[in-house]
């Protein structure tokens, strides 16, 4: 996931673009106008196989599953390539609060945490609104409590580092346990999980995330001046597996050597059915070869799907596809991911040069009767592709109406009832269109 707080919009008609773009290539991109729509089988496949957790024997069925579904369709030119990733295990997770008084608190244990013991952790909570707080103040009056962050959710990316360095940053202050409240703007009681990591030789301890309202209770209560006690059980197990980056091709008739990537990851987070994060994106990247080969429709370029496993979990596919791919970098015209839903497109969040920008600007004018016409500046426009676009390639990811997408992320809610299959299929026939014209122009998307 990513920040869109440092995003800019580039105006739909910009006299920088038209100075940076000659009269031939205008022309040439208004002249791509044919849009195409499919309604595909995200529900079939959620419905299927739900959750597909980072190592999992269901993970890996899935993958087979596209692959099979892709050669159904006719497209043969299917690869996967193995590499390891982490397989963390969600066990029983209980709290309870002791004092001052007994209630249950609902909970989601973050990826890659500890166990407790066997009878678990009991002890007085302390609350923090950020790490500041938590750095002024003296060790022993931390020391084997448990630490709950509450920040007030701003955007994604500025308040997720309490979720994914908030264990850490407890422990080194002497913390029997971590917990965050959920990374989410709106809640109806429920926790939202997370991936989070251990930095260095820290004492690892037990890290969960609550509800809004259960972290707004303790902060009440802590507030007047009550102790709160909470008792935290949680037990998990945590190896490695072998799994698979899987890539489909549709070869270009001029320039097969050349790339324009689609992609979204496979995997999911072990609670919901994985529809929105990242089943969509899955599937309209899915789609854009397919579609394209129905319509007998080859461009220059080659267009890529790329399924990405094991993101949850940090991003493992991409870094191994980089590394694997390093010398073949200058390849890639240009990268797409979508990741933060498929609500209704917008338009596109690119990374690039100015003027690889106006290009981008004038394809997606093509789309403002579908309202898609928005161009988003954002040098780290994705999660996965921003470990390629970090080298200097050029891409985007899918910008769309998805405020009510952190509702839903990483919880039991993530399941069909979030997606419009309208949008859906407005989505995939966007994707599959823009990748398509970028593919087919006559320029490379400059660096």
């Known amino acids: 996931m990513f920040s869109a707080g440092h995003a800019k919009y580039l105006p739909k008609t910009s006299g920088l673009c038209q100075k940076l ?5 205008l022309s040439e991109i208004s002249s791509y106008k044919n849009v ?3 309604i595909f089988r ?4 959620v419905d299927k196989f739900g959750a597909r957790p980072s190592g999992s024997v269901i993970l890996e069925d899935s993958i087979d599953y596209m692959i099979q579904l892709t050669r159904d369709e006719g497209i043969n030119d299917v690869t996967t390539e193995e590499l390891e990733v982490p397989h963390w295990v969600r066990g029983n997770e209980v709290i309870t609060m002791l004092k001052p008084r007994v209630k249950n608190i609902d909970l989601l244990g973050l990826g890659r945490s500890v166990s ?3 009878d678990g952790i009991t002890a007085e909570v302390i609350v923090f609104s950020n790490f500041e707080q938590l750095e002024a103040t003296p060790l022993e009056d931390i020391k084997g409590k448990i630490v709950l962050y509450d920040p007030v959710f701003t ?11 908030g264990a850490t940053k407890a422990a080194e202050k002497g913390a029997s346990a971590a917990l965050v409240r959920s990374i989410t703007p709106f809640s109806i009681n429920s926790p939202h999980t997370g991936s989070q990591t251990y930095d260095g030789n820290v004492t690892k301890i037990p890290t969960a995330a609550i509800t809004l309202e259960d972290a707004d209770l303790i902060r009440r209560l802590y507030n007047r001046g009550e102790t709160v006690v909470l008792n935290i059980k949680m037990s998990s197990t945590y190896d490695t597996k072998i799994s698979r980056n899987t890539i489909i091709d549709l070869k270009g008739i001029e320039k097969p050597e050349k790339l324009v990537i689609v992609s979204g990851h496979i995997d999911s987070w072990d609670v ?3 529809a929105m994060d990242d089943g969509g994106g899955l599937l309209i990247s899915w789609a854009a070869p397919v579609i394209l080969n129905h319509l007998n429709l080859r461009p220059k370029r080659t267009i890529r799907s790329i399924f990405w496993t094991a993101e949850e979990l940090g991003l493992i596919g991409a870094y191994a596809y980089e590394e694997k791919h390093r010398n073949e970098s200058s390849n890639i015209n240009f990268i797409m991911e979508s990741d933060e839903g498929t609500f209704a497109p917008l338009g596109l969040a690119v990374a690039g040069n100015q003027e690889a920008r106006c290009i981008i600007a004038e394809i997606l004018n093509l789309f403002a009767s579908i309202n898609a016409s928005t161009l988003v500046e954002d040098d780290s426009p ?3 592709i921003n470990v390629i676009i970090q080298t200097g390639v050029p891409g985007a990811s899918l910008h769309n109406a998805n405020e009510r997408y952190f509702w839903f992320h990483h919880t039991d809610g993530d399941t069909m009832n979030v997606e419009d299959p309208k949008e859906l299929d407005l989505c995939a026939a966007f994707w599959t269109a823009v990748a398509y014209i970028i593919a087919d122009l006559s320029v490379d998307i400059p660096r």
């Open 21 to 25: 773009l000659d009269n031939e290539l």
């Open 36 to 38: 195409s729509e499919e």
């Open 42 to 45: 995200l529900a079939k496949f």
């Open 116 to 118: 407790t013991p066997e």
């Open 155 to 165: 955007t994604y990316g500025e308040t997720v580092v309490y979720r994914s360095n």
């Open 272 to 274: 919901g059915q994985g």
């Open 382 to 384: 994705g999660s996965d």
